[in-house]
Nanobody, 119 residues
């Protein structure tokens, strides 16, 4: 499984960005896809995840601001990020897996995309 993330950039606080993650390869084996982020000096953390059945999971810090969705026909997962805050600044990674939302539970990782929110 290969994951190609895109959509990062620089935005002012209060602004919006949409990240995209296109999956290819043996995607039939994947039941979970998610977005994780890692800020400088911090551990990588789950931001939002979505299962093949459409169930979603969000970090408390982004609830009400971020929305994860998927287009099964395009094998693509999106992360719509609204009301961005400087503390959302991080490298965002797309991941896919089966077992769980933990870092160890995700089997495939895309290259990160930088999101920078200026105050």
């Amino acid at each position: 499984v290969q994951l190609q993330a895109s959509g990062g950039g620089l935005v002012q606080a209060g602004g919006s960005l949409r990240l995209s993650c296109a999956a290819s390869g043996s995607i039939f084996s994947i039941s979970r896809m998610g977005w994780y982020r890692q800020a400088p000096g911090k551990q990588r953390e789950l931001v939002a995840g979505i299962t093949s059945g459409g169930s979603t999971n969000y970090a408390d810090s982004v609830k009400g601001r971020f929305t994860i969705s998927r287009d099964n026909a395009k094998n693509t997962v999106y992360l719509q990020m609204n009301s961005l805050k400087p503390e959302d600044t991080a490298v965002y990674y797309c991941a896919a897996g089966v077992r769980s939302w933990s870092l160890q539970g995700m089997d495939y990782w895309g290259k990160g995309t930088q999101v920078t929110v200026s105050s």
